[in-house]
Nanobody
Framework: VQLQASGGGLVQTGGSLRLSCAAS????????MAWFRQAPGKEREFITA????????YYADSVKGRFIISRDNAKTTVSLQMNSLKPEDTAVYYC?????????????????WGQGTQVTVSS
């Protein structure tokens, strides 16, 4: 599975961005999809995951209530709507995929990664 993330950019505090991740080369509908982020000098952080059916989702406390993950299996895309952005959301955002029926929360659980897209939130 190849993943291509897009949609990052510069936004002011309180603003919104929508990230997209296009998948190709595999059976997208059988993969759990997730978003991680990594700020300079910090470890890669789990943000959210969505089951292959789209029914189940899980969010890290740091983004709960502000970010929304969704997927379109017909278009083989997963999106991350980010609202009420804060400077601490500044990071490189990565989409990831794992051939699993269940949600996965650890970076080591994911086999496929996109190249990352930079999100910068100015104060």
């Amino acid at each position: 599975v190849q993943l291509q993330a897009s949609g990052g950019g510069l936004v002011q505090t309180g603003g919104s961005l929508r990230l997209s991740c296009a998948a190709s080369g595999g059976t997208f509908s059988t993969h759990v999809m997730a978003w991680f982020r990594q700020a300079p000098g910090k470890e890669r952080e789990f943000i959210t995951a969505i089951s292959w059916s789209g029914i189940s989702t899980y969010y890290a406390d740091s983004v709960k209530g502000r970010f929304i993950i969704s997927r379109d299996n017909a278009k083989t895309t997963v999106s991350l709507q980010m609202n009420s952005l804060k400077p601490e959301d500044t990071a490189v955002y990565y989409c990831a995929a794992a051939p699993s029926e269940y949600l996965r929360l650890g970076a080591s659980d994911y086999d496929y990664w996109g190249q990352g897209t930079q999100v910068t939130v100015s104060s």
